[in-house]
Structures are given as C-alpha cells and as structure tokens.
Nanobody, 123 residues
Framework: QVQLRQSGGGMVQAGVSLRLSCAASGLTFRLYTMGWFRQAPGKEREFVAAINWSGGSTLYTDSVKGRFTISRDNAKNTVYLQMNSLKPDDTAVYYC????????????????WGQGTQVTVSS
C-alpha cells in the first residue's frame, strides 16, 4: 500500500521561505516521477512542479519558476518542495503525488496522493 506522508507548511509572511517534504513508502520510489500540486480555496487543484525518477529533470508551472525548487532524495524516499519568495497567491493546500508518466502535469497522470499541507502566506 502506497503512503505519502507530507510535512512542512504553515502560516508565513510574504517574502519568506518554506520547505515541504513528502516521504513515500510502499513503492519503489526511485522508479517514479513525483509531483507537487496545490489547491487554493474555491479553485481547482493545479500542477506546481514535477521531478523525474533520477532528479535530473524538473518541470514547473510558470508562476513558481525561479522561486520554487523540487528535489528528491531516493535514498530517503523523499521529495521536497523548496518555496522561496512566497506570495499571498501561493496560499493553498499543497499535495505531493506519484506520477505514472514522466514529468506529467495533469492530475489524471498521478496515482497516489499525500494528505495535503496548508500553506498560508499573508501580505
């Protein structure tokens, strides 16, 4: 049974940094693309970032490019999302997920999901 356990997040002021972590179990982690999505109140869940199995390739949505960094440690079965220069528009519940296609950006291409972590950025 695949489990994705998220940590990190919280309530911060604009301009600061946060790091989200997602620890996976029940799967051969190093074989999977991993992704981060977010869902703001009243909005649909959207793609944020993805990383391929080795960590050698990454993909970001335009609104976070240059501010967010996705990374992974296959020895620890963990994927991270480093979020710098946070903005109020980044306020959302963030989810990690396992991808069935390399660097996929659509929800349908992700199978297992973490429990979600709230990130709130105040101005």
């Amino acid at each position: 049974q695949v489990q994705l356990r998220q940590s990190g997040g919280g309530m911060v002021q604009a301009g600061v940094s946060l790091r989200l972590s997602c620890a996976a179990s029940g799967l051969t982690f190093r074989l999977y693309t991993m992704g981060w999505f977010r869902q703001a109140p009243g909005k649909e869940r959207e793609f944020v970032a993805a990383i391929n199995w080795s960590g050698g390739s990454t993909l970001y949505t335009d609104s976070v490019k240059g501010r967010f960094t996705i990374s992974r440690d296959n020895a620890k079965n963990t994927v991270y999302l480093q979020m710098n220069s946070l903005k109020p528009d980044d306020t959302a519940v963030y989810y990690c997920a396992t991808g069935s296609r390399t660097l996929a950006t659509t929800i349908a291409d992700y199978d297992s999901w973490g429990q979600g972590t709230q990130v709130t950025v105040s101005s």
